[in-house]
Every structure is written in C-alpha cells, then in structure tokens.
C-alpha cells in the first residue's frame, strides 16, 4: 500500500468519510474497556474493584482535565498556535486553542473529529500508568495522574504530531520523508502511555514482597485469566476502530486503503500472539495466558503505527518480531532490572509502540522517513521521561502515590473501597506476608 | 544516579535537534550519525537511571530488613 502523505492542512472530509469516522470513534472505548479488563484481570483480586473503579475515574478525570486545558494545549491543525523561530525555520510547539472547548461546534469536521480522537486517546494513554501501578496506587493518586498527563503532557504531543506540530513539519522544513508519522497513536498514546508507567512505577516502588532481599523475583500472577483474555477481544475492536479513524484523520488515507489497515491490525496482533505463544512454550514448556494477552496488546500497539502504512505481509512480520520481543521484555525489566510492572505494559505499550515507529519508517518509500521517526522517538525519550518523571514526583510530594502498608497488606479494595470485589469468595492470603 | 541519568536524556534530545539544525538536508550521513549519537546518549541515561533505581531498591531493601 502506497502511503498517503499527510497534509499541513485538514482536507474536507465526504460525507461518507465523516460517518465513517464518527462510527468508528464511537467503537474505539472498547479499547478503554479492555485494557480496563487487562489491568484487573492481572492485578490481586482483592485489589479488583479498585482497579476497575479506578479505570472509570481515571477515565473521567482525563476527559475532564483535557477539555479544560488540554484541548487549549493540543490545538487543531487549523487552530492557531506558538510558534518559535530559530536558524530561519519555525518550531510550532504548543496549542493555542479556544479555552474550554469554546466553538467547537462550530469548527470544521475534521477539527471536531480529531478532537474526539484525542479525547479517547488522552483517556487511553492515562490507563496506562494505572495498570503498572495495580496493587498499590492510590486511587486519588492515579486521578492526579491522569490529570497531569490529559492537561500538560499529553497535548504537548499530540499538539507535535497531529496538529502540525514541529514533529508533524520535519518533512516540510527539513526534508525528512512526510515528517513524523503517528497515524494512530503509537507514540502520543502508546509510548508516551509506558513512560508516565516507567515514572510511576519508579517513584511508587514496587509491591511489598515483590523483591526479597537476596531472592528472585517473587511471581505475582493475575488473578483473572478470564478477564485478561476477554480484554485483549475487546480491545481488538478497539483498536480497529482506533487504526482506520487514524488513518483517515491523519494520513488521508482514501476510503477503498481502509480494509487493508483493518487486516494489518488484525495481522499484526494475530502475529504477535503467535509468536508469543510459541515462545512461552519453548521456554515453560505450556504457553503462558498472560504473556500471550501481553502479545497480543503489544501486536495491537506496534500495528498503531504501521496500519495505514504497510502491507499485510509486512504487517504480520511486525507482529511476531514484537510478539517475540515483548515476552522477552517484560521477563528482563522484571528480573534485571527489578521493574514491579504487573500489567506489562512498560514492555508492551513503550517497546511495542517503539518497535512499531521505527518499522514505520524503516519500511516508508519516502526518503528521510526513518530519521523522522528517530528524532520523533529521541523527543519522546528525552523529553517525555525527564518531563513525566518531575511532574509526578511532584505530585507524589503533594498526594503520595503510594498507600500504606496496610492498604497492601489487606488489598486495596478494603482499604480504599470497604468492601471486596469478589466478597462471597474466600480470598487466599498471600505468601509473601506470612 | 537516577537523576542525572534523567537529566542525560534531554541532552541526548537536543543533540538529535542540533542535527537538524547543523547540517542541511544533502548531508544525510551526518545528520543521521548526529540523530544516532543522540540516541544513543539517551541510551546511555536511561541505563544510568535504571541503575539508580536498581541502587536505591537495593538500599531501601536493606533498610527494610534492619527494620
């Protein structure tokens, strides 16, 4: 499939293409909904309903903190923006937008549409770091969390990528390829996602008995196979949705291109899971459930990126090389570097969406696409992390992360909610606190 | 540790920039080895900081037991 560049401009959509999106969009929460179920389902069951509630707020705040200021931040590509001027070329850098949500009625179609988009894809990203911390974070906590990314972190680069941002112009101002290309959030969801993870995971610690003193690892497994298996059906529908409504607002990518970007998403996640399968089973001699889910997800997040680019085959190669990479990942950040990650998704979200970058550009036609998409994940790396990491440490020294050990030792449904998720069941107590 | 490895990833950014910057877009084998380095750099912090996370873990532990 020949990519379609993206235009510094919205083009009008047809009448067709804006139903067509719109449906499409109305789809994409079941994403939400399954990652929702992924983070629960491998978190403790007595921190369940924790975990499932705390989903719904997070959500909520996300949308709340980015129609506030978020969306102001974001901007559309026919909104105005900052603009800095240095070596003769201007850096667009930061939204301008009207301030909540002011006239948004009134914009144009694709303006209005994007902005769905990110709304979804601001909610998506702040469940990221929520699953990482499971177990452990508080509820109000992770709502600070969610916060600071939909208002301050996050539009900065959704703002970069999809609203004629400087990532958005390298190819305009610097001759590298159609610029930095995110058609459906690889980087702004995925990437920037498992960073706020990373930094959370980091400040918060892990869980209590996770890393003995001069032990391995102790295994923490999810406690709901059922749940983490459902989740990654659901968020295949999501992910659909996600990839075609992306490569429609995005890339321009014409109505009779959308079934091919459908198929690739389809290809890359039924890859990835194959491949993990058959990794789990050569190295445990059974195939892991929730390292083939944790597959799965990071063959949905890989295809965020290269969907609208590539072809069916190349996308069923990009989902085994990430199915075989991500098992790999999350056994090395667990064990070398003593990363407590209980969703994996530091290794799905953040490597998947990686890999996925660097294969949409490698694969491009267009000359100088791969060095967008480096300098796209240099400014990911370098000013996302340090960026993500002194905001939440700032908010932990105001609302810790963390709740105490009580709130561990008795689970964080009881602790936060009063009452257990599953409270007809006898809940096993837990070795590590004998 | 962990801080300054963070404090090396933006400096690894704003070498990837520079590339751009520096060299216009007929010298692409500079530009690239430029954006290259300044992964690379980015690499190098982020090794430094999970390092420092690796020690502080290590210390906290520690602290733990003689509790």
Known sequence: ?434 | MKYAGLLVLPAGFFLALAALVLFPANSAGARAGFVLCGLAVEAVGLVVAARGHLEAQSHKAHGDDRA
């Open chain 1, 1 to 434: 499939m020949t990519p379609a560049l993206p235009a510094l401009l919205p083009l009008p959509l047809s009448d067709a293409a804006f139903v067509l999106v719109l449906g499409l969009l109305l789809l994409a929460p079941l994403a939400l909904a399954g990652v929702a179920l992924l983070n629960t389902g491998l978190g403790r069951s007595r921190s369940a309903a924790q975990s499932l509630l705390g989903s719904l707020a997070i959500v909520a705040v996300a949308a709340i903190a980015f129609a506030l200021l978020g969306a102001t931040f974001a901007g559309t590509a026919d909104s105005p923006s900052h603009t800095l001027h240095i070596a003769g070329t201007s850096w667009n850098w930061l939204g301008a937008g009207p301030f909540f949500l002011a006239g948004l009625g009134k914009a144009s179609a694709p303006s209005q549409l994007g902005l769905l988009f990110e709304f979804l894809a601001v909610a998506l990203a702040a469940l990221i770091p929520w699953g990482s911390g499971a177990d452990r974070l508080r509820l109000t906590a992770g709502c600070a969390v969610a916060a600071v990314l939909a208002a301050l972190v996050f539009p900065l680069f959704a703002h970069w990528t999809w609203a004629n941002g400087w990532l958005a112009q390298l190819g305009l101002n610097f001759s590298l390829g159609s610029g930095f290309l995110d058609p459906a959030g690889a980087a702004s969801i995925h990437v920037l996602g498992a960073l706020c993870a990373l930094a959370v995971v980091w400040i918060a610690g892990p869980r209590k008995g996770k890393f003995p003193q001069g032990g391995f690892a102790t295994a923490m497994p999810g406690h709901n196979a059922v749940y983490i298996l459902f989740g990654c059906l659901l968020a295949l529908a999501g992910w659909l949705a996600f990839n075609v409504a992306g490569a429609v607002l995005w890339m321009h990518a014409p109505l009779a291109a959308l079934p091919v970007a459908a198929v690739n998403t389809l290809l890359s996640a039924s890859g990835a899971v194959a491949a993990t399968f058959a990794v789990t089973r050569i190295r445990f001699g059974k195939p892991d459930a929730s390292l083939c889910a944790n597959g799965w997800l990071s063959g949905l997040v890989a295809s965020s990126a290269t969907a609208a680019l590539v072809t069916p085959l190349q996308s069923l190669m990009i989902g085994l090389i990430a199915g075989v990479l991500t098992p790999l990942l999350v056994e090395v950040l667990e064990l070398a570097v003593s990363i407590d990650d209980p969703s994996g998704a530091i290794a799905v979200h953040g490597a998947g969406g990686l890999w996925g970058l660097i294969a949409a550009g490698a694969l491009a036609p267009q000359s100088g696409q791969f060095l967008a998409q480096l300098v796209g994940i240099a400014a990911l790396l370098g000013l996302g992390l340090p960026l993500v990491y002194l905001l939440f440490w700032l908010v932990n020294r105001w609302l810790p992360l963390r709740a105490d050990q009580d709130g561990e030792r008795i689970g964080m449904d009881l602790h936060e909610l009063g009452g257990g998720a599953y409270p007809e069941f006898v809940i096993h107590r837990d070795d590590s606190y004998r």
